[in-house]
């Protein structure tokens, strides 16, 4: 699920070069979406999570179109001051329309469990992961194997000659907003059942897919995907091994300092400056 | 004569490329020394490598700014170094200073202040002694700034110098990029293309001037350039390159005649 | 510019006189609630928004000459105000050895995270301040011992100098604590030190050619910005006398991204603008309105829309509306050469 935030906030970074900061509260408002519909009007959760991502998409072209695109003259700074403005506007707006009261959001699978040894693996979390491994994938086969994957690698790694070359670079952009939008409100819906959907139940997850960035790596779209799924693995492991509490902060502290050793994450690479 | 600079066996690629393949060159001591070559021959790349803005994958950059300019960076009982791995930003307290192709100035700065930045590698006032506005500091910046007004009345520029430099022309900019080096109390500085953009006439005064520079301040100048006439017209030695590769060298009438020169510049080749 | 907020600075040929006169005129507040003119509730509100506006200066210095985000702003002035509290009342060694701790050890922390996170890309801090927010939060949560957790800490006025403070006392500290900030960081923007900012901001590449290690430079202007989130941190406990965790989230940092932008970048009275707009407007002007006036999420929505809406419109935020109208007062000219300059110094980076 980390993984999927991860992957929208790369997508829109390789597209439009804007580090995505509101990622996390994108998600967090149609997830709350999610389960604004799914407490208020009975209906299925599937059906629920489709009006989840037809908000999530509308959200992504909305910010494109009336933000982003028009920052075109901003620097990379002005847009991801910008990005922070819209963490403010989503977490203002989801009390407003959703109302106050913390929603709950049922499992896919409410009950039943996995055991390996002594780790216990819901049959949730066993759903959640392949759903995340199974969407990475879709996502990669997309990239690498249909024409809009190939424009988005294009735009990725040259906006100008994908341009030039006759890619409809603002429809990629779109498309990558949106579609982080949707990858975004998937990982929320995955993540509530663990906790109750509150405006800043998603921090977590902003930090956690932020840094996956930074572990795997900004060059690469798979990178952030390994990433994820260690800081997860990881994460669990430390919180069982060594301290409940502490666990968390342990893994970013031990982040940080990987860092120190290989600066541009698992798979970067080093690039030139142009003088 | 000694020689300040001394390029050797300096090669770099840049993804299976070799911009610069195998080049030597040495500048001496109060010289104007020319680096000319076709577009795309990697004048620029050399430029960088000298500065140390990339990092060659072989070959030394020797720089002999005399004793006194070593001590004073921290370099004692020698009397050169090899710049190749120094950060970027230590090579100006050698005394090697550079200017811009595309002018680099502070629009929101004055005149002055712009000029004042030359000098940042000489500040000695502490962080904090700055940040209060302790005497020292104060006085340390007030002779600064009669220095950099001295450097801006050595450019004819003197009468601008409380005005924005964002709002200047092309040639004052110019003039002011080079005031700035001369903050540096300069061994050697690297002009960019400094005609590039400029007119007949100011290519004539900036010829004058990069002169001036030499005798009044003792120093080497290393011009890379694309103008012929004025490479011609002020340099004592000229080295030309091509693909990265060393393609002749000598004084202005030695390079003009060159066969290997010509073949470059006009694409000609009689066989490989 | 910025001596022309107040007539007496107009005046004054030393712009650290229009600070000073800026702090006096700030004084005389307290003497106005004192004598029921104002409410206490406003004083408080303006007491607040001084201190956000030292917070404010510091991120200014960072973003505007760095163009480095600092997200980690709240969790660097709640340690200040837990390290101010522990010190007074836990550990006893009162107001001065409490700002001292507030000042230095969220400072040394600063300049750890950005030894780490600056060396390969800019944005990189923003990350890592993010994160090191988050476990400070954490920790102000769990963290008993030091912080009471989600009970809050509770302090006293602080005694300095053997005089038991009031809430006035502590109102003229902050006030002074504000004009020795605008007047250090004026300090720092206009000597030596501001040049090799700006060569800096204007590009990294000239900076490190004219010997600007570019490196030391975000650090200090990083460093100086937790500085001050220290400062403001014991500042805010003294003026509230207690601390809770969730005053610390996300959103209290990004709120001072938003005075920043919303002053103006580089601008020092835009700052204390700019506070005043995001914290003192809401808190004094919004939850009076009818009707929306109860809605909760209304401060976030109004804090985030203007960020946007002044980086899309005036990149120079209400300083850069203030010279504009000046300019076509005087000229009836279109903006010309500085702004434009300002936009492409800022489509290269």
């Known amino acids: 699920m980390y993984a999927l935030a991860a992957l929208g906030i790369i997508l829109v970074w390789r597209t439009s070069l804007v580090m995505h900061f509101a990622q996390g509260s994108m998600g967090m408002f149609s997830g709350t979406a999610v389960a604004f519909v799914l407490n208020r009007t009975g209906a299925p959760l599937w059906a629920s999570v489709l009006v989840g991502a037809a908000v999530a998409i509308a959200l992504g072209f909305a910010v494109d179109f009336a933000v982003i695109r028009r920052l075109r003259r901003a620097t990379a700074v002005g847009k991801e001051i910008v990005t922070l403005g819209l963490i403010m506007v989503f977490l203002g707006l989801a009390p407003i329309l959703f109302g106050t009261e913390p929603m709950l959001l049922p499992k896919a699978i409410p009950d039943g469990a996995l055991t390996i040894g002594d780790a216990y693996l819901s049959y949730n979390g066993l759903l959640n992961i392949c759903l995340g491994v199974a969407i990475a994938a879709g996502l990669f086969v ?114 940080l300092l990987f860092l120190l050793v290989r600066p541009n994450g698992l798979v970067g690479k080093t690039y030139l400056k142009k003088v | 004569m000694t020689d300040v600079l001394q390029v050797e066996n300096l090669s770099i690629s840049f993804g299976g490329l070799k911009a610069l393949d195998d080049l030597s060159f040495t500048v001496s001591d109060h010289e104007i020394f020319g680096l000319i070559g076709p577009n795309g021959a990697g004048k620029t790349t050399v430029f960088n490598c000298v500065t140390q803005f990339y990092r060659p994958d072989t070959g030394t950059v020797w720089f002999a700014p005399g004793v006194d300019r070593l001590v004073r960076a921290g370099h004692a009982g020698t009397d050169r170094i090899d710049l190749v791995g120094q950060p970027v930003h230590r090579v100006i307290r050698y005394g090697l200073v550079r200017t811009f192709q595309n002018v680099e100035i502070i629009p929101e700065l004055t005149v002055l202040d712009n000029v004042l930045i030359g000098g940042h590698v000489d500040f000695r006032s502490s962080m904090i002694a700055q940040m209060l506005r302790l005497p020292r500091a104060r006085a340390e910046e007030a002779q600064y700034r009669e220095k950099a007004r001295e450097a801006l009345r050595f450019l004819s520029i003197e009468h601008l110098a409380d005005q924005l430099a964002g709002g200047q022309p092309y040639g004052v900019r ?9 903050m540096a109390e300069p061994r050697l500085i690297i002009l960019d293309e400094p005609a590039a953009g400029l007119n007949e006439s100011e290519t004539e005064d900036l010829a004058d001037t990069i002169r001036r520079i030499r005798d009044t301040f003792g120093c080497s100048v290393l011009l890379v350039e694309h103008d012929m006439g004025l490479v011609m017209d002020v340099c004592d030695q000229i080295c030309a390159i091509s693909f990265g590769k060393f393609l002749a060298s000598g004084t202005p009438v030695e390079i003009q005649r060159d066969v290997r020169v010509h073949e470059a510049y006009l694409g000609e080749r009689d066989d490989a | 510019m910025s001596t022309t907020f107040t007539a007496a600075g107009r005046l004054a040929r030393n712009p650290h006189v229009g600070y000073a006169v800026f702090g006096a005129a700030l004084m005389t507040l307290p003497v106005l609630a004192g004598s029921g003119l104002m409410m206490t509730s406003t004083l408080m509100t303006v007491g607040f928004t001084l201190i956000y506006a030292i917070v404010a200066m510091g991120l200014n210095l960072l973003l505007g000459y ?218 004094l002007v919004l939850k009076r309105l009818p009707v929306i006036g109860d809605v909760a999420g209304l401060p976030y929505i109004f804090s985030g829309v203007l960020i946007i809406v002044v980086i899309m419109f005036f990149p120079q935020g209400l300083r850069g509306v203030w010279d504009v109208g000046r300019r076509m007062a005087s000229t009836r000219r279109p903006v010309s050469a500085p702004v434009d300059a300002a936009r492409d110094e800022v489509a290269a980076r």
């Open chain 3, 66 to 283: 760095s163009g480095l985000i600092s997200l980690g702003t709240a969790g660097f002035m709640g340690l200040g105000a837990y390290l101010a509290a522990y010190v007074q009342d836990d550990l006893g060694l009162g107001f001065w050895v409490a700002v001292l701790a507030a000042l230095v050890i969220p400072t040394v922390i600063g300049i750890l995270v950005g030894v780490v996170s600056l060396r390969v890309r800019s944005i990189y801090l923003a990350i890592a301040t993010l994160t090191i927010s988050e476990i400070l939060l954490k920790t102000f949560e769990q963290a008993e011992w030091f912080t009471h957790g989600t009970a809050g800490k509770q302090s006293h006025y602080p005694v300095i100098l053997g005089v038991q403070a009031d809430r006035a006392l502590v109102f003229g500290i902050i006030v002074v604590a504000l004009v020795l900030v605008m007047m250090l960081t004026h300090n720092i923007v206009h000597g030596q030190l501001g040049r090799a900012l700006h060569a800096m901001r204007a590009s990294e590449v000239a900076a490190q050619a004219m010997g600007v290690n570019v490196l030391t430079y975000k650090l200090f202007a990083f460093a100086v910005a937790t500085l001050y989130a220290g400062l403001a941190g014991a500042l805010y406990l003294f003026f509230l006398k207690s601390s809770y965790p969730s005053t610390w989230n996300l959103f209290l940092s990004l709120n001072v991204v938003a005075m920043v932008v919303v002053g103006g970048l580089r601008s020092i009275y835009g700052t204390v603008v700019g506070a005043f707009v995001i914290f003192a407007v809401p808190e």
């Open chain 1, 142 to 255: 997309m990239l690498q194997k249909t024409k809009i994957g190939l424009a988005i690698r294009a735009t990725a790694s040259n906006e100008q000659t994908a341009r030039l070359m006759g890619i409809p670079t603002r429809r990629v952009t779109v498309l990558a907003w949106a579609a982080a939008g949707v990858l975004g409100m998937l990982a929320a819906v995955m993540i509530a059942p663990a906790t109750t959907v509150t405006p800043t139940f998603m921090n977590t997850v902003q930090v956690t897919a932020l840094f996956a960035c930074v572990l795997g790596g900004f060059q690469t779209f798979y990178g952030p995907v390994l990433g994820a799924y260690l800081i997860a693995v990881a994460g669990n492991f430390l919180q069982l091994y060594v301290s409940s509490v502490w666990g968390e902060q342990l893994l970013y502290l031990l982040i």
């Open chain 2, 174 to 182: 110019k003039r002011l990029e080079m005031a700035r080096t001369l």
